[in-house]
């Protein structure tokens, strides 16, 4: 059973450009989550999807960023007009989203932005 | 939202002696606490975690102890090797969101 995938590792880009990020989840997953980890930092959730829906995006700057997880393919994390400051690690996760209790969530290896 | 703490922010320690670090956080709702260990440049995976309803669970030399009515959690490891250096995170979960503490970064001198 793969993990979490997700692509690319690791990503270039010049301020004004946009950056796709792609996840998919674990096999039989359906629920992704979305953080951003600055350098020497913990963590911090950006959003919460379910497949074809946004169920909290608190986190995500209202602003040039916008995410998606739509019936066929991956989940995306879009950035528009890119500026260094969103140089960062973007990692997915994803859950089973069973009822029953606290969801485990597996952690896919991140794609590093660089923004030039 | 959550506020959570880890502290101390950087622990060194002699191969074979424990480390313990511990995180407190302000949120009564949460109800999962896992730890995560991170090494540079890779995805934080999941070492221990705990449910609300234990206080205390054990895996080989690592074990995690919950404090409700306190609100923090503690991380020890017991006989500390080399191959335990790495960055850790504790972030405990309320409803599906994770609330990461800003890390410890640990060091264990051979």
């Known amino acids: 059973n793969a993990g979490v995938m997700q692509n690319p590792r690791h990503l270039v880009r010049r301020r004004g450009q946009e950056a796709r990020l792609r996840c998919s989840p674990m096999?039989?997953?359906?629920?992704v989550y979305w953080y951003r980890q600055l350098p020497e930092e913990g963590l911090k959730f950006m959003v919460y999807?379910?497949?074809?829906?946004?169920?909290?995006e608190s986190g995500m700057p209202k602003e040039r960023f916008s995410a998606e997880f739509p019936k066929e393919g991956p989940s995306i994390l879009r950035i528009q007009q890119v500026v260094r400051g969103d140089s960062a690690a973007y990692f997915c996760?994803?859950?089973?989203?069973?009822?029953?209790?606290?969801?485990?969530?597996?952690f896919g290896p991140g794609t590093r932005l660089t923004v030039l | 939202g959550e506020n959570v703490e880890q502290h101390p922010s950087t622990l060194s320690v002699q191969e074979g002696d424990s480390a313990v670090i511990k995180c407190t956080y302000s949120?009564?709702?949460?109800?999962?606490f896992p730890w995560y260990k991170q090494e540079l440049g890779k995805r934080p995976q999941l070492i221990i975690d705990?449910?609300?309803?234990?206080g205390e669970k054990k895996d080989q030399r690592i074990a995690v102890t919950l404090n409700k009515t306190a609100k923090h959690f503690s991380l020890h490891i017991t006989e500390t090797q080399p191959v335990d250096s790495a960055v850790y995170f504790c972030?405990?979960?309320?409803?599906?969101?994770?609330?990461f503490g800003a890390g410890t970064t640990v060091t264990v001198r051979a």
């Open positions: 996760a994803s859950s089973t989203g069973l009822a029953g209790g606290p969801d485990e969530q597996f």
């Open positions: 096999k039989g997953h359906s629920h």
């Open positions: 999807l379910q497949k074809e829906n946004i169920i909290d």
């Open positions: 949120d009564s709702a949460s109800n999962y």
């Open positions: 705990i449910r609300s309803n234990v």
């Open positions: 972030a405990p979960l309320n409803d599906y969101k994770l609330s």
